[in-house]
């Protein structure tokens, strides 16, 4: 249900934050740490950027998923085939040991 409607059920630790500093920047991301000294996100592709408490004007939890939506019509059947094949395994692709996770299509995986 998350591919199709990735707003639906956000995890707390999928939830992103916008925050908006006093020089007008705004920063979208996951929140890794926030005190009264400093607020941390991790931004796309992985930077964290921390913004000092006295520099942010507005702070707020997102109510979208990071998440992009329609992915299914962006994709073919086999490309949206083989992003569930993906998702139903136990570790990554090409680790030797994987196996599909209890309860997936055994035609969802060629052999």
Do not use: W
């Amino acid at each position: 249900m998350s591919v199709f409607n990735p707003s639906l059920v956000i995890g707390d630790a999928y939830r992103s934050v916008t925050l908006r500093t006093t020089d007008g920047t705004v920063v979208t991301g996951l929140l890794v740490s926030r005190d009264e000294r400093r607020t941390v996100i991790k931004t796309q592709g992985g930077k964290e950027v921390q913004v000092p408490a006295d520099e942010i004007e507005t702070y707020q939890q997102d109510k979208k998923s990071l998440m992009p939506e329609g992915i299914e019509s962006q994709l073919s059947p086999q490309e949206l085939a083989d992003l569930f094949a993906l998702l139903s395994l136990e570790k990554p692709p090409e680790n030797p040991d994987n196996q599909a996770i209890s309860g997936t299509p055994e035609k969802l995986h060629r052999r």
